[in-house]
């Protein structure tokens, strides 16, 4: 039995791999599954949106930012990239289109964010 369920659990995360990939390159995926990684200094968390239509943003779970418009929070994006170079493996830029990145994992880069300094803007609420 321990045999079928390792077999089937290793399946399974082959199906959930493969679901993560991009199909084609460029192709967007839905606003409700993107996730972003925070582009807010020394925050390692991720950015998803949140809501419907009429009441909708993109959230950090870790710091608690948020974007109520997307061009800000693709404007903060490459203003991180530019302070921090390694953080470009969070994101593609596709056309000229920034786009979160469709890698599951970053080794080693989470330390350097936690390296980073402390942001120090003002509110959690970013534009």
């Known amino acids: 039995m321990a045999r079928k369920s390792g077999k089937k659990a290793a399946e399974k995360a082959e199906r959930k791999t493969a ?4 199909p084609e390159a460029g192709t967007p995926e839905p606003l409700s599954q ?6 807010v200094s020394h925050c390692d968390g991720w950015v ?3 809501g419907s239509d009429e009441i909708a943003f993109w959230g950090c779970g870790e710091c608690g930012s948020v974007w ?3 061009d800000n929070l693709v404007r903060e994006a490459r203003e991180i990239v530019a302070r921090f170079p ?3 493996a969070f994101h593609e830029d596709v056309g000229g289109r920034l786009r979160p990145s469709r ?3 970053f ?3 989470s330390e350097k964010v ?6 120090t803007y003002p509110d959690f609420e970013r534009g």
Do not use: F, Q
């Open 68 to 70: 109520l418009d997307k």
């Open 86 to 88: 390694y953080r470009a």
């Open 103 to 105: 890698m599951i994992g």
């Open 19 to 22: 679901t993560r990939t991009a």
């Open 34 to 39: 993107e996730r972003w990684k925070c582009p």
């Open 114 to 119: 936690e390296g980073e300094p402390v942001d």
């Open 48 to 50: 998803s949106h949140v």
């Open 107 to 109: 080794p080693g880069n």
